[in-house]
Structure formats: structure tokens, C-alpha cells
């Protein structure tokens, strides 16, 4: 088995996750990304989106960031997000709703409709329900 | 000599004074608690920024983006000044409004006009009256949790005005929070950026190759440096908050140590009025049996 790699996520609010994880896949701007250990130095913008990792025990995880910076680095991934939800924190309902809102707003396509900001309300919506369905 | 009955609604008086300022004292020293957690919380963000951002600012070229070019001639700056809503703080609001004051002066004699933005009613009131333009005002930040959005839609707004070149500085004043009896007024510069301190390298840290950027460094620290201005502003409010705080407990401690000591004294004051009624009372029946027995 390959070596642990030290997962950090923090937020302007808290210190989402501190720990020693086997993988990491990270939302990056310019496309989903793996992170091993020992990866050489990359750095990155993200994206709203799921930020998956396999904890130490084998174990699934996500997350849900909104956005930020990644840094690798050969023993440790840093994660700076906008902010970051835990599956049990992500609020379906509140989600749900927000993609119906933003789906209408698409549809419907008023003038000065501001379709980059419902665009984004739409992937985040998507990236939340997603995460809630996806894995238990 | 004060009446018995005018000491007694005195101490009284004070009493109920030192009931207050004791109450106060307490609920100063829980929401200090609150706000000393969200600064802990903020810390590992910011720290954790300024490593990547140092790591980053080694790779991109020194002009790579506007917010690094300085002004050749700056007329205008604009400082923003936190300070908290309320007051009964000891010289919490005074020592930064002065410091402001101060600031906008000496840039005055270079001949720069300075216009603020207010974080907190304190310092808006004192600048309402002078002649300073105050170009915003965020009421009802400081001193209550917060989040992180207020730091960037004002950060943005700086920004903005930075690049339309309508500001060629942008200055922050706040409390440092140096601990519980020390809060510092300091003005820190934000733009335009001057050159990012690297985070201190450790000297035997292994060989690290270098970072692949994704996209390239230069638009990547066009992302991040507008980031790093929005925490420094974050960070400002939050050191404020808490040190206004611990400003105010400790100024009403001090208020309460005074109402002990004043309630001291005028017991004492309403001894001696009482023993001196005593005195005059008993004179008073020795003088009549006296006249009495005749």
C-alpha cells in the first residue's frame, strides 16, 4: 500500500479536516484531479464542487467546497476553501431548492438575466445533491 | 456636613452603579470568549494562505499583476478605520480615532487627501464632523460575529476603486490584539500590494521541486492576491472585535474596583455622620436632665 498523504481543508470559519488519507480528488478549474503521496508540487485554483478522499482505514469521504485554492505538496494536500460541508451538513432540502431557483431562472431567461450566477448556483446545487446521493 | 439620609442614597447609588459595570464586566468577558474563537478559528486559514501565497510569490514575476504596480504619484489614499459600535471601553476608541487623526495629518502636509471607509459607529461620529470624506460605514460589524463576506465585498470595493485609480492607497487601521491588557492601534498597508513576505524557509527543509501552476503563476496570483487583501481585512475586524472586548472588561473592572472604594469611603463619611448624630442626640438629653435637677 502506497503512504499516507496529510489532507488539510480550512476555511476563513474553521478547520474543516486534518488528516492522514490515502487519495485525494479535488474539483481543480481546469479539471478534476488525483493527489498521491508524493506528488510533486501543484498548485491550483477549484471549483464549487465535490472534494472526494479515501481515509486512512480505506474509508470514503466527501466534501462539498466552494471554491478556493489547492496546494500539493509531495507529504501534504492544503486545501483553502470559501467554505467546505461535511455530507451530514449539507442541507438537501436548501439544495434542492436552490437548483429548482436557479434551473428557472435559466429557463426562463429574463432580461438582464445573469446567466454566469445562475450557472454556478445551478453546479453547486448539482455538486450538493450529488454527494448526499451518491455515497452513504 | 452631608445629612445621613443624602449619604445613604449615595451609596446606594453607587451600588447599583457597580451592578451594573459589574454585569457588563461579564458579559464583556463571554462575548471576548466568542470573539477570541473566531480570530483561533480564522488563524490556520490565514497561515495556511500566506504559505501557499509565499510559495507562489517565488515563481511569478515581480509586475505580474495591477495590484503590485505602485502609483507613481499618489494624491489619494483611503484608510479604513475599525472601530467598535459602543462605547465604555476605557480609551479603546479614543486611542484609534487619534491614531487615525494623527495619519490623516501628516498626510495632509504631503498634500494627499485621505477619504475613510468606518468599520463601527464610534469612529464614524468622530470623523462626521470633520472634514475627512467618509466614503462607507459598516455599522453593527465589529464587536457581534461576522462573517467572512463583509471583509470581501468591502475588500472588493477597495480593489475596484484601486484599479479605477480613484485611490492610489489603501491603508486599515485597527486594534491588535496583543493580549488581554494590550490592545495596539495599528495601520497596516494594504494597497497596492507591496512584495510578499516569504513565509520564514526553514534553511534545512529538503530540496522541493518546483510547483506546477495550473493555470500559469502569474493568473494565479491575480486569484489569490485580491484573497490575501480580504483576509487582511477580515483579520482586522476580528482582532478589533476582540480586543474591544477585552478593552471593555477591563475598563469595567476598573470601574467596579472604583465603586468598591467609593462605597468604602462614604460608609466611612456615613459612620462618622451617624456617630456625630449620636453625640448631638445624647448632648441633647444631658443638657435637659442637667437643666432638670436645676
Known sequence: ?????????????????????????????????????????????????????????????????????????????????????????????????????????????????????????????????GIVKTSI | MATLKEVQTKISGVKKTKQITKAMNMVAASRLRGAQMAMEAFKPYAEKYAEVLGNLSEKASGDADPLLIKKEEVKNIHLIICTSDRGLCGGFNANLINKAKEFIKEKQ?????????????????????????????????????????????????????????????????????????????????????????AVDKDINAPYQAEHICEPSPDELLGEMLPKNIFIQIHNALLETSTSEHAARMSAMDNATKACNDLVEELTLVYNKARQAGITADLMDIVGGAEALKG
Do not use: W
Not at chain 1, 474539483?27 to 486512512?56: Q, R
Not at chain 1, 478556493?68 to 451530514?88: C, H, M, N, Q, Y
Not at chain 2, 485621505?114 to 465589529?142: C, L, Q, Y
Open chain 2, 109 to 197: 502636509v504631503s498634500n494627499v487627501n485621505t477619504t475613510v471607509t468606518n468599520f463601527g459607529k464610534k469612529g464614524r461620529d468622530a470623523f462626521k464632523k470633520s472634514s475627512v470624506e467618509i466614503v462607507d460605514e459598516h455599522i453593527g460589524v465589529v464587536g457581534s460575529s461576522f462573517n467572512f463576506s463583509v471583509a470581501s465585498n468591502s475588500g472588493q470595493s477597495m480593489i475596484n476603486k484601486f484599479l479605477e485609480g480613484i485611490y492610489d492607497e489603501v491603508y486599515v487601521l485597527y486594534a491588535a490584539f496583543k493580549g488581554m491588557g494590550k490592545q495596539v492601534p495599528t495601520i497596516r498597508h494594504l494597497l497596492p500590494v507591496s512584495a510578499i513576505d
Open chain 1, 1 to 129: 500500500m502506497a503512504d499516507n498523504i496529510k489532507l488539510e481543508v480550512v476555511t476563513p470559519e474553521k478547520y474543516v479536516v486534518s488528516e492522514d488519507v490515502q487519495i485525494v480528488m479535488a474539483p481543480g478549474t481546469l479539471g478534476e484531479f488525483g493527489i498521491l503521496s508524493g506528488h510533486t508540487p501543484f498548485l491550483t485554483t477549484l471549483k464549487a464542487g465535490s472534494l472526494s478522499y479515501k481515509d486512512n482505514s480505506g474509508i470514503d469521504r466527501a466534501l462539498f467546497v466552494s471554491g478556493g485554492f489547492a496546494e500539493a505538496l509531495p507529504d501534504k494536500v492544503i486545501i483553502l476553501a470559501e467554505s467546505a460541508e461535511r455530507r451530514r451538513d449539507i442541507d438537501l432540502d436548501r439544495a434542492q431548492q436552490s437548483l429548482d431557483r436557479a434551473q428557472k431562472r435559466i429557463d426562463q431567461k429574463k432580461e438582464n438575466f445573469d446567466y454566469e450566477r445562475a450557472r454556478i448556483s445551478l453546479q453547486r446545487a448539482i455538486s450538493r445533491i
